[in-house]
């Protein structure tokens, strides 16, 4: 079964689990669907992922700089990449914390995949903590010029600045 068939079939999951409550479905249930979704769809997102190389495992259940270096990126090809040339990780723009609600610190990066004439091409990139391993679960572009005054993660919420993003599934969303 392909990932799509997989993400498919869990969206179905959630959605069959919010209408089997009907009108009687409580926000914070709703909530724990949608929850369950996201979760199933990063997991499977990571285990169909063709990662052509080897992927260390974190030093520790705290992931670090050393596990972020480690990891596999999507490139703008949208193949699984280890930093270089294709895609370079921002010094400082790094944050760490509970993306996805799982109770591990996942991290927030800020990554340049520059493009063939040396123009850079900023995205912001979701690192999930998932079997050990960090991973690049999602991007958002934010252009070729950026400037930061501040990043953090609190609540499940990426802080970049005065904007807020959310991961949702394998997709980052700007609130």
Request: glycine share 8%; charged share 10%.
């Amino acid at each position: 079964m392909n990932i799509t068939s997989l993400v498919s079939l869990l969206q179905a999951a959630a959605s069959l689990l919010v209408l089997a409550q009907g009108p009687t479905a409580t926000t914070a249930f709703m909530q724990q669907a949608v929850s369950f979704g996201s979760h199933a769809v990063q997991i499977v997102t990571q285990a169909e992922a063709p990662i052509g190389f080897s992927v260390p495992q974190n030093d520790s259940v705290w992931p670090n700089a050393k596990d972020l270096m480690n990891a596999p990126y999507i490139d703008a090809a949208g193949h699984w990449s280890q930093l270089g040339k294709t895609v370079q990780l921002i010094p400082g723009d790094t944050s760490f914390g509970d993306l996805n609600h799982d109770g591990l610190d996942d991290a927030a990066v800020i990554v340049n995949r520059p493009s063939s004439d040396g123009t850079p091409n900023y995205f912001l990139a979701a690192m999930l903590n998932q079997n050990n391993i960090m991973f690049n679960i999602a991007d958002f572009p934010l252009g070729t010029d950026i400037n930061i005054a501040s990043h953090s993660i609190s609540g499940g919420m990426i802080l970049l600045s005065n904007t807020s993003y959310e991961l949702l599934g394998n997709t980052i969303i700007k609130n």
